[in-house]
C-alpha cells in the first residue's frame, strides 16, 4: 500500500468554480502535512501545511482528518494560473522522512 | 538567486557514462534530500543526509551513490548510467527538528541516458 495516495485526476474546471482534492496517508504516525504545487517541469513549491485545526490562505482551504488519515486542498474561484499539479505530501515523526503523492493534474479553462 | 542551486540542469548522456548531478544551498539546513521524478510515480528519494558525513539510502538507492562533504554541498553521482534513470532529479533540504520543517526544493536536474 502506498504511503500517500491521491486521486491523478485530471481535473478540468471552468474559471471561477470550486475543487476540491483529497488525500489520504497510511502512517498514522505522520507528523507534518503539506500541499505542494508543481508547475510542468518546474520544481514542486510549498503551497501550505496543514494544520490540524485546518487552515485558510486566500481561496485555498486546507483541512485535516487525524482519525480518517484523510488531508483536503480546496480552491475557490479558480484562476487559470492555478492550473498546475498538486501534490499530497506528510512527513513521518521518525527519520524525517517524507512521502508524496503522485498528484492531482488541475486545468482552470476559460 | 535560488536558494538552493542545482547542477547542471539539463544533461544528456550516453548508457555507461559516470555522471555527477551536483546541489548545493545557502538555507543553512542541516537535512539535504535527492529525488527523482518519474511521470505517474511521484517523488522517489534516492537518498538523504542530515548532517555532514552522514549518508542514509532512501527508497530507490540501487545504481547511485552520494557525498556530503560539506553541510552546503550534496552530490549524486551514477557509476554507470543506464536509459531508466533518464528522469527529473531534485535535491531538496529541510531544516532540523521542529513541528513544521517542509522541504525547500532546487530547480531540478534533466536527466536524459541514451
Known amino acids: 500500500r502506498k504511503e500517500v495516495e491521491q486521486d491523478p485526476g485530471p481535473f478540468n474546471v471552468p474559471e471561477g468554480a470550486t475543487v476540491a482534492f483529497n488525500c489520504t496517508y497510511s502512517?498514522?504516525?505522520?507528523?507534518?502535512f503539506f500541499w505542494y504545487r508543481q508547475d510542468c517541469r518546474k520544481e514542486p513549491k510549498l503551497l501550505m501545511s496543514?494544520?490540524?485545526s485546518g487552515n485558510e490562505d486566500g481561496r485555498f482551504t486546507a483541512q485535516l482528518n487525524r482519525a480518517s488519515q484523510y488531508i483536503s486542498l480546496l480552491i475557490r474561484d479558480s484562476k487559470l494560473s492555478d492550473s498546475a499539479t498538486y501534490l499530497c505530501?506528510?512527513?513521518?515523526?521518525?527519520?524525517?522522512?517524507?512521502?508524496f503523492g503522485t498528484g492531482t493534474s488541475l486545468t482552470v479553462i476559460p | 538567486d535560488a536558494d538552493v542551486t542545482q547542477t547542471p540542469r539539463n544533461r544528456i548522456t550516453k548508457t555507461g557514462k559516470r555522471i555527477m548531478l551536483e546541489c548545493s544551498q545557502t538555507?543553512?539546513?542541516?537535512?539535504m534530500y535527492w529525488y527523482r521524478q518519474d511521470p505517474g510515480l511521484g517523488l522517489q528519494l534516492i537518498y538523504y543526509?542530515?548532517?555532514?558525513?552522514?549518508?542514509n539510502k532512501g527508497e530507490i538507492s540501487d545504481g547511485y551513490s552520494v557525498s556530503r562533504q560539506a553541510q552546503a554541498k550534496f552530490s549524486l553521482s551514477l557509476e554507470s548510467a543506464i536509459p531508466n534513470q533518464t528522469a527529473l532529479y531534485f535535491c531538496?533540504?529541510?531544516?532540523?527538528?521542529?513541528?513544521?520543517?517542509?522541504?525547500?526544493f532546487g530547480e531540478g536536474s534533466r536527466l536524459t541516458v541514451l
Open positions: 531538496a533540504t529541510s531544516q532540523a527538528g521542529g513541528l513544521i520543517g517542509e522541504l525547500f
Open positions: 502512517n498514522s504516525a505522520s507528523q507534518s
Open positions: 496543514v494544520y490540524s
Open positions: 505530501v506528510v512527513r513521518t515523526n521518525t527519520g524525517n522522512q517524507f512521502y
Open positions: 538555507k543553512g539546513h542541516d537535512r
Open positions: 543526509s542530515f548532517d555532514v558525513k552522514d549518508i
